[in-house]
């Protein structure tokens, strides 16, 4: 069955990086187009920035464009969402999921358990 694993998340202050890591086993990685998305206490699940199977489009929610990078190794069935320039606002529970290539704000399938980021003020 599909199995999304995500790590990396944790405390960390204003202005500072995180990696998050989401390996995905089940279906066929490779061809996957893979997306970020994020949950904030009290709020929607809400886009964060995806990735087409091969890397070569690369789309980010305004609120995070030019701090989150989104990266993958296909070897590694592994995507990545490098957070530099954290903010408060940044706190949220981050999942990974399969995006639809057409449409990549719209994910499809089961959610992993997520990786909770904190950033202090």
């Known amino acids: 069955q599909v199995q999304l694993v995500e790590s990396g998340g944790g405390l960390v202050q204003t202005g500072g990086s995180l990696r998050l890591s989401c390996l995905g086993s089940g279906f066929n990685f490779r061809m996957a187009a893979m997306g970020w998305f994020r949950q904030a206490p009290g709020k929607e699940r809400e886009f964060v920035a995806a990735?087409?199977?091969?890397?070569?489009?690369?789309y980010y929610a305004d609120a995070v464009k030019g701090r989150f990078t989104i990266s993958r190794d296909n070897a590694k069935n592994t995507v990545y969402l490098q957070m530099n320039s954290l903010r408060p606002e940044d706190t949220a529970v981050y999942y990974c999921n399969r995006v639809r290539g057409a449409t990549p704000q719209t994910s499809f399938g089961s959610w992993g358990q997520g990786t909770q980021v904190t950033v202090s003020s």
């Open positions: 990735i087409s199977w091969n890397g070569s489009n690369l």
